[in-house]
């Protein structure tokens, strides 16, 4: 079975494995034309990226040096952090230039700032206009987990923004990680819950990369983590036919 068109592929036909149980009819795939709003082109890379230095607790500058206090870094910070630098909660961000169509198109590069201002605001993905939505909920394309866990996508997170009904297609056909599989799913109700972004922890001569992972905002790492992207915890999750969710554009 192709996992774009859903048809079964037959014996003269080419195709290609994209895991385990994931096919698709050579003629279905097709090369990337459309350019996704949240994506990075190369002229909006924010060069050299900043130094991350540890956030003393407020007052430090008065104690520091004071024999018999200890201060503990509290998180991590810019050295010569702007206010732009944090959100809304307080969180870091990867500092980006909007700027989209200089240089090169980074295809799988997302852009933390339209990444974010996607995830906020409900805007499709692929062409940043407003996602869909009707009674069931808001319209999202993610890559299937059907196996993943009884239920899914019951509490599903996820750092996609949703789509609007005219770019579903496209996306299926053109983006490579959705060729292993994907489902179309309206979402009741959804929430903004942390970021997905690098994780830090003290070390001996400064802050060090650990990870990169999605942290909620109330967790305590969130004060050492770089956001790149938000994530959304969807709820009241159906998943729903493509075809006839297309059927509705015609
Ligand atoms: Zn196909
Ligand atoms: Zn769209």
Partial sequence: MCTICETPIRPNQPYRRHAADAYTHNTCRRPPTTVPYIATWSGEKAAPDP?????????????????GITCMPVGIRYSGEALSDRDEHGVLWLPDVDNPGTGRLLYGNVHPGRQRRAMTELLCQVCGGPADRDSRGVLWLVEDGRGDWSGWPKDLMTTHPPICLKCVRAAREQCPHLWKGSALVRVGRSVVCGVWGRR?????????????????FESPLIHWTVASQLVRALYACTVVSVDEELAALT
Wanted: charged fraction near 20%; charge should be positive; hydrophobic fraction near 40%.
């Fill in 51 to 67: 130094v991350v230095v540890y956030r003393m607790p407020a007052g430090d500058t008065f104690r520091r040096g004071k024999p």
């Fill in 200 to 216: 830090y922890t003290a070390g001996r001569l400064g802050p060090l990369v650990v990870e990169s992972t999605v942290v909620p």
